[in-house]
């Protein structure tokens, strides 16, 4: 097995560190306190073919493979987990989904637009009363002519209230579970749809990722908005789930990377008792450890990219990536919190700021009970229903 990232890869891996350094860390307290990312830099990255980059060039994408997609995402993550939210779900979710599903048309009418950058998207499968349960949403589509009419809602959505493209799940009416899901795109400014109520100041983390209650409200859509084959909606989003979850391995590195990097600047600066706390076993300690984890979730995640690439199953390794990430995330920031002691919970230094933004990595797009339950039905089968 070889460990050496490719010529291509360092390069993904290096543009992407100059960008972050230049364009975004410089700049994080301003979008934090503004509660907004401005549109400007999403056209920078588009011309670095960031928000394609999964995406083939004949789609108007970067085409990299997913190795170097996930070192991308790392990067992104080490600046800003707000802006890493924007970029991967643009990329694992939105266009992932049309680049899979979409039939030819509908991939050059949308996706191409999303994979240059000229336009945003989102992907919206959560409810009120539907998160982990899935398989319950009560968003509902109904038939009259050549046009579908929506009727629902749907809860925190990242992009939601700033994306020109929306992927919507609902349901045929009178159908149950998971019958009768199929997936819509409803473009921005389409009548009956709006975002009633938009969250990002408000929030533990990502205060500069907006996200957004949906409304839909006898939303009238084109038939052809459909996407892929009616009634497939469920078996449509677990697969693309799956692509967005190796997206929150990889931002989980870039977080904890983050953290640990200011947490080794801080101990080394810092003195106490005469010299610096860099000095003491117990902090040492905790800088070993953090080390050793936030490699093991990069190595993790890498792994579980490395057989996308390969056209394998990895279903299984990467809710293990997401889970322990996820994880790794919670626990590395807090070492580094506590490391910094009253300057960590002051908000003076920004390992505060990673520390409130890890902790969204074990609840999106499956929380950590849901990849558990993922592994365990790996290993043991389904589990028996009563």
Partial sequence: MDFRLT?????????????????????????EEKGEIPRSLYAKM???GFLGAP????????????????????????????VRTTVSVQTSLS?????????????????????????????????????????????NY????????????????????????????????????????????VPQGTPGFTAPHVESKSKLGLRASPTADLAFEECRLPRENLIGKEGDGWNQAMKTLNSGR?????????????????????????????????????????????????????LLTLRAA????????????????????AQMAQRVTDWAVQVHGGYGFSGEFEVERYFRDARILGLYEGTNEIQKLVIAEHLLGPSTKR
């Fill in 7 to 31: 010529e291509e890869q360092k390069l993904v891996q290096a543009t992407a560190k100059d960008f972050v350094d230049r364009e975004i860390i410089p700049h994080n307290r301003e979008w």
């Fill in 46 to 48: 588009a011309e670095l």
């Fill in 55 to 82: 995406v083939p060039e004949t789609y108007g994408g970067a085409g990299m493979d997913y190795v170097a997609f996930m070192l991308l995402v790392e990067e992104l993550s080490r600046g800003s987990s707000s």
């Fill in 95 to 139: 266009e992932t989904s049309l680049l899979w599903f979409a039939n030819e048309e509908q991939k050059q009418k949308w996706l191409v637009p999303l994979a240059k950058g000229e336009k945003l998207g989102a992907w919206a499968l959560t409810e009120p009363e539907a998160g982990s349960d899935a398989a319950n949403l009560s968003t």
């Fill in 142 to 185: 109904r038939e009259e002519g050549d046009e579908v009419v929506l009727n629902g809602q749907k809860r925190f959505i990242s992009n939601g209230s700033i994306a020109d493209y929306v992927q919507v799940y609902a349901r045929k009416a009178g159908t149950r579970r998971h019958e009768g899901l199929s997936l819509f795109l």
């Fill in 246 to 298: 190796i997206g929150i391995a990889a931002g989980a590195v870039g977080v904890a990377r983050a953290a640990l990097e200011a947490a080794t600047k801080y101990v080394k600066e810092r003195k106490a008792f005469g010299r610096p706390i860099g000095d003491f076993q117990l902090i040492r300690e905790m800088i070993a450890q953090s080390a050793v984890e936030v490699d093991a979730a990069r």
């Fill in 306 to 325: 490395h057989l996308r690439d390969l056209g394998l199953d990895n279903t299984v390794e990467v809710s293990m990536a997401k889970l322990y990430g």
